[in-house]
């Protein structure tokens, strides 16, 4: 197990921005002709609406999962850089990476299951250890998960 620094000045880390991904796909009938078309938009409101052939919505769809994917980073960095280290300070813990393969000489199937575990020590301080290569959103669930449970047990 390894402790994880957590930073003092989480809100001043992290610069305001935002990621924006939008697609709209549809099989319409042209009102003109009474053809079926495939047509996309990717703006909200549908204000660059047009008719796509196939290639061109797949290539849309490519560009939708690499928004996504830049969304879902955003999202891991503030849990990691904001949220983690709130819960870990309301809550007077610590947090610790357990590398899960060293369970795997206590049984297998715990290893293949550890989400997590709680430990309070006498002076009150909590330790939190998790698995090693959780995403921060995975972690952050984890965290929350034990607190709560630990509440419960109060």
């Given amino acids: 197990m390894h402790s994880i620094a957590q930073p003092t000045t989480a809100s001043a880390a992290l610069p305001d921005r935002g990621i924006t991904a939008s697609l ?38 490519t ?38 393969t060293t369970l795997d000489g206590i049984s297998p199937k715990v290893a293949a299951a550890f989400q997590g575990l709680i430990a309070t020590a006498p002076d009150g301080t909590s330790t939190i250890a998790v698995p090693a290569g959780q995403t921060p959103a995975e972690r952050l669930a984890t965290i929350r998960t034990l607190i709560q449970q630990k509440q419960g047990d109060a």
């Fill in 63 to 100: 560009a939708l999962r690499e928004q996504a994917d830049r969304q879902e980073a955003l999202i891991n960095e503030y849990a990691e850089t904001v949220l983690i280290p709130n819960f870990l300070k309301a809550f007077n813990a610590e947090l610790e990476e357990l590398d899960v």
């Fill in 24 to 61: 709209t796909v549809e099989i319409m009938t042209d009102p003109d002709g009474g053809q079926l078309m495939l047509v996309a938009a990717t703006q909200g409101n549908q204000g660059d609406l047009q008719v796509v052939t196939v290639a061109q919505a797949l290539a849309k769809v």
